[in-house]
């Protein structure tokens, strides 16, 4: 059961666009079951994990396969217009001081807004591998708003960010920096030919960068227990994005 919130008609409209989106089987999304006063009963998505907890055990070729599959499914995302949404939110508003890219990055899309190992659902078996929940904006975005669209560089860079500092690297066994910068190329890599246009990879990293900067000085992402990192290692890990690699 998810609660509507103050603004019911643009939650129970996101849940929908993405449920439409799924429809066409790239990935699976929870089903609206019913609507009632103040909250949405959403189908239960059995048998599958959260890439967070998933990803730290899969092999090279399954962090591959997670990143192309996940490249492909934001792809069909952006791709879906969502009814009711606004113009486009400026750029600098929610990606200030940043230059823009030079790819299809820069596209203004309905975004996920939380498109991060945190709301996608893995499974090994069956099809499709990959769900996608929880449609609404991070709480640390708070200049995206819901009912406009905004440049697609916003979820590239939060997938991005998830995988290399968001969810820490310092419980993954070995490997665990080789399978991310694997599966981020992959994403990127299956995101572009899904539409047919290149991606700047290098705009993409420094969004990333500054999503993990902003992530880490926000009060609620810091509660959580699975994201306590020292501000220096947040700090790292931004600069190593920057420079093309992980920390």
């Known amino acids: ?12 409209g996101r849940y929908r666009w993405l449920e439409t989106a799924a429809a066409q089987g790239t990935f699976a999304a929870p089903r609206v079951l019913e609507r009632g ?8 998505l059995v048998g ?21 599959t996940a490249g492909r499914a934001l792809a069909v995302l952006h791709g879906q217009a969502r009814a009711g949404d606004g113009p486009p939110v400026a750029r600098e508003e929610v990606l200030p001081g940043l230059s823009p890219g030079k790819g299809c990055e820069e596209t203004a899309v309905t975004v996920h807004g939380d498109f991060g190992l945190g709301n996608l659902l893995w499974r090994s078996e069956g099809s499709p591998s990959l769900a996608v929940v929880d449609p609404w904006p991070a709480p640390f975005l708070e200049a995206l708003p819901p009912r406009r669209r905004a440049p697609a560089l916003i979820d590239l860079a939060l ?10 690297l310092r419980r993954w066994r070995p490997g665990a920096r080789r399978r991310s910068r694997i599966c981020r190329g992959a994403f990127l890599g299956a995101y572009a030919a899904a539409r047919a246009r290149s991606v700047d990879e290098g705009a993409v990293r420094r969004a990333a960068a500054w999503i993990l900067r902003l992530y880490a000085g926000h009060p609620a992402p ?12 947040w700090r790292r890990r931004a600069r190593a994005l920057e420079e093309g690699g992980t920390s």
Do not use: K, N
Request: glycine letters at 12%; aromatic letters at 8%.
């Open 48 to 68: 599958w994990r959260p890439l967070a907890d998933c990803f730290p055990g899969l092999s090279d070729a399954e962090a591959r396969r997670v990143g192309e």
């Open 1 to 12: 059961t998810v609660p509507l919130g103050e603004d019911p008609e643009a939650v129970a």
């Open 222 to 233: 810091a509660r959580h227990p699975g994201h306590r990192l020292r501000r220096g290692q």
């Open 159 to 168: 997938f991005v960010a998830s995988l290399e500092g968001i969810y820490p």
């Open 37 to 44: 006063e103040g909250w949405l009963h959403l189908e239960g």
